[in-house]
């Protein structure tokens, strides 16, 4: 059993900032990747942003230079930092990994609940 538990979502006005947090625990032997990924209504799940291999970071393009994803891999834990945010970037925010339960074992995604993230004025 792998549960991810997301926080730090909320409403924010245009150009402020906020910090989600996301934590996998369980029956994990290793964690290949912690992702961010949004739905905003009416629109398909994206990627966000990419915490890989315990140091590599990949970001959607609509993101770059304004979203920082880090993790510590001693906790199973990844954050996503949210800076100048934009209307939008309203969406309910995911977090995900691909996650090994035992030696040996496949990978496969996990997904959390989902925290909801409002930009307006």
């Known amino acids: 059993q792998v549960q991810l538990v997301e926080s730090g979502g909320g409403l924010v006005q245009p150009g402020g900032s906020l910090r989600l947090s996301c934590a996998a625990s369980g029956s994990i032997d290793s964690i290949d990747t912690m992702d961010w990924y949004r739905q905003a209504p009416g629109k398909g799940r994206e990627l966000v942003a990419r915490f890989e291999n315990g140091n590599n970071t990949i970001y959607a393009d609509s993101v770059k230079g304004r979203f920082t994803i880090s993790g510590d891999n001693a906790k199973n834990t990844v954050w996503l930092q949210m800076n100048s945010l934009k209307p939008e970037d309203t969406a309910v925010y995911f977090c995900?990994?691909?996650?090994?339960?035992?030696?040996?074992?496949?990978?496969?995604?996990?997904w959390g609940q989902g925290t909801q993230v409002t930009v307006s004025s």
């Open positions: 995900s990994a691909r996650i090994s339960t035992y030696r040996s074992a496949p990978f496969a995604r996990y």
